[in-house]
Nanobody, 123 residues
Framework: QVQLVESGGGLVQAGGSLRLSCATSGRAFTSYAMGWFRQAPGKAREFVAAISWSGGSTAYADSVKGRFTISRDNAKNTYLRMDSLKPEDTAVYYC?????????????????WGQGTQVTVSS
């Protein structure tokens, strides 16, 4: 069993930056691929970024490529650095874990989810 807790969300002006953190507890953290997803009001949840169990592979949605950076450390934390934020990045951001050593981008492959953290970007 894996528990995920996100933090770091908030209100920021367009062009600003935030760093989201996801703290993991439970089973061996290094056995899991990690991902970030987001859900805006009235929209479906969508993929944002993913990282492999080793941290050696990453993937990004086209909408955030070049602006967001996913990373992880050995202390059971996963991060999402978000730069050049836009109003359309406003959403609840969710951290997720998948039992895979390969990178995972499909939402249905993630078995563990956090409660989410709100990110609001004002214009």
């Amino acid at each position: 069993q894996v528990q995920l807790v996100e933090s770091g969300g908030g209100l920021v002006q367009a062009g600003g930056s935030l760093r989201l953190s996801c703290a993991t507890s439970g089973r061996a953290f290094t056995s899991y691929a990690m991902g970030w997803f987001r859900q805006a009001p009235g929209k479906a949840r969508e993929f944002v970024a993913a990282i492999s169990w080793s941290g050696g592979s990453t993937a990004y949605a086209d909408s955030v490529k070049g602006r967001f950076t996913i990373s992880r450390d050995n202390a059971k934390n996963t991060y999402l650095r978000m730069d050049s934020l836009k109003p359309e990045d406003t959403a609840v951001y969710y951290c997720a874990a998948a039992e895979s050593r390969s990178i995972v981008v499909r939402m249905y492959e993630y078995g563990y989810w956090g409660q989410g953290t709100q990110v609001t970007v004002s214009s």
